[in-house]
């Protein structure tokens, strides 16, 4: 017997006929004898439909009655999922997040989970009752409503995990793993077995968009493991192929052999803006990124180049696209006290990441991945590197060439199929 807190994401909630096959599914694992808690995120499409309204109804809508609105598409879900459990004859009932409470701090419409209160909840679970719990919100000290920024449901998941103890968190989505890469990309991307929190949190960000990334963070602190998995699968099937999330202690013990590199992630969320000509000086480049981070402008990649006799160098760095517009707009304002020269800016541009923990223990990564892109004729723009990631910045339209040769590169080719 293990206690399983099953994650389903809005694919797997859109409709009557879907959420039976969820219930089928969790049926199937009270069945073998597991303490059940189930997670749902509104219907998919649901949660933007009530984000319109609020938009309609004012412009400047006060975020608190957006939580009271959004918040509704995960009540709908909870209750008609434990309707139909409980005619099929399993014993379920919905917590809404001001009945557990769930606590949340901060600000609406992105509220913190600050504590979680367990005791009710673990005793129904301990009778076999299916605890069934709307994704995405909380309440706030005052009493309201609350929810956690758009994909907050997986946060809620692990949160949960995480205050029952759950022996594990599966989350079911519309996807059947985590991939090497984007498989409409590399047709000969492999799914993975399992992968590092620290792996997937990096893949979260630069781009792979399969959990909330504030999720993984918080596995990763609460040493939840995760796994994702296909809620399209037979719900009665037993080995359900998926992808673990875990530390990287139970994967140096699995016995697999030790890939290189985990996988590649592709970001086009950023632009580059060049800043030419700027005094080489201390307090320099302190100038430009000191107003950028007042706006909370998050910049991404630096270059400077040394300048031993100009006295004057160029700055290179990107930002989401997002913010392209107004980090214009910042540093034309600052421009005396910088003293630049020029601002060029490039929106065609793509972040390719290979992220991998084997790199901590082999050199080599970062110059495989410059010799495979040299070799194809393709422009490095930027470089960044953390220690189990190395990223650089290329030209938009090289992307997917790029990612294809550098899954090859690094062997993460799946075998053909036979
Ligand atoms: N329904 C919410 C959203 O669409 C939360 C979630 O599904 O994770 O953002
Ligand atoms: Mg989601």
Same mark, same amino acid.
């Given at each position: 017997m293990a206690r399983i807190v099953m994650k389903f994401g809005g694919t797997s909630m859109a409709g009557m006929e879907r959420i039976r096959n969820v219930a089928a599914r969790v049926k199937h694992v009270v069945d073998q004898g597991n303490e059940v808690a189930v997670v749902v995120s509104a219907m998919a499409g649901e949660t933007d439909r009530l984000v319109g309204f609020c938009k309609e109804a004012s !412009? &400047?809508?006060?975020p608190a009655e957006y939580d009271v609105v959004v918040a509704a598409g995960e009540q709908v879900t909870s209750g008609l999922l434990a309707m139909t459990l409980k005619a099929m004859d399993v014993d379920a009932r919905s917590w809404l997040g001001w009945q557990l409470p769930i606590r949340t701090v901060e600000a609406h419409a992105k509220a913190r989970i600050e504590s979680f209160e367990t005791q009710a909840l673990i005793a129904a679970m301990a009778r076999g009752q299916v605890a069934v719990i709307p994704g995405f919100q909380g309440m706030m000290e005052d009493g309201r409503i609350a929810t956690l920024g758009r994909g907050g449901s997986d946060t809620s998941a692990v949160a949960v995990a995480a205050a029952v103890k759950a022996d594990r968190c599966d989350i079911y989505t519309d996807v059947d793993g985590v991939y090497t890469t984007d498989p409409r990309i590399v047709s000969r991307a492999r799914k993975l077995d399992m992968i590092t929190y620290e792996e997937m949190l990096e893949l979260a960000s630069v781009g792979?968009?399969?959990?909330?990334t504030r999720s993984v963070a918080l596995a990763m602190k609460e040493k939840v493991r995760v796994q994702v998995l296909s809620?399209?699968?037979?719900?009665?099937?037993?080995?359900?192929p998926g992808t673990l999330i875990v530390g990287e202690e139970e994967i140096e013990g699995s016995?697999?052999?030790?890939? &290189?590199?985990t996988g590649i992630a592709v970001d086009k969320n950023e632009a580059k803006v060049i800043v030419t000509?700027? !005094?080489?000086? !201390?307090g320099g480049v302190a100038s430009i990124f000191g107003p950028l981070a007042e706006a909370s402008i998050n910049v991404d990649m630096i270059i400077q180049n040394d300048s031993k006799d100009r006295e004057e160098t160029d700055v290179t760095f990107t930002v989401p696209r997002s913010d392209l517009a107004r980090s214009v707009d910042i540093l034309e304002a600052n421009k005396a006290t910088i003293g630049f020269n020029r601002l060029i800016t490039d929106v065609e541009v793509a972040k390719l990441s290979v992220v991998g923990v084997g790199m901590r223990s082999h050199a080599g990564v970062a110059a495989t991945m410059f010799r495979t892109l040299a070799d194809r004729g393709i422009n490095i723009e930027a470089i960044s590197t953390s220690e189990i990631k190395v990223s650089v910045l290329i030209d938009e339209d090289e992307t997917e060439l790029a990612v294809r040769v550098l899954h090859t590169a690094y062997g993460l080719d799946a075998e053909p199929a036979a």
């Open positions: !412009p &400047l809508y006060d792979s968009k399969v959990l909330q809620s399209f699968d037979d719900p009665t099937q037993e080995d359900l016995g697999m052999e030790n890939q &290189l590199i000509r700027v !005094p080489d000086r !201390p």
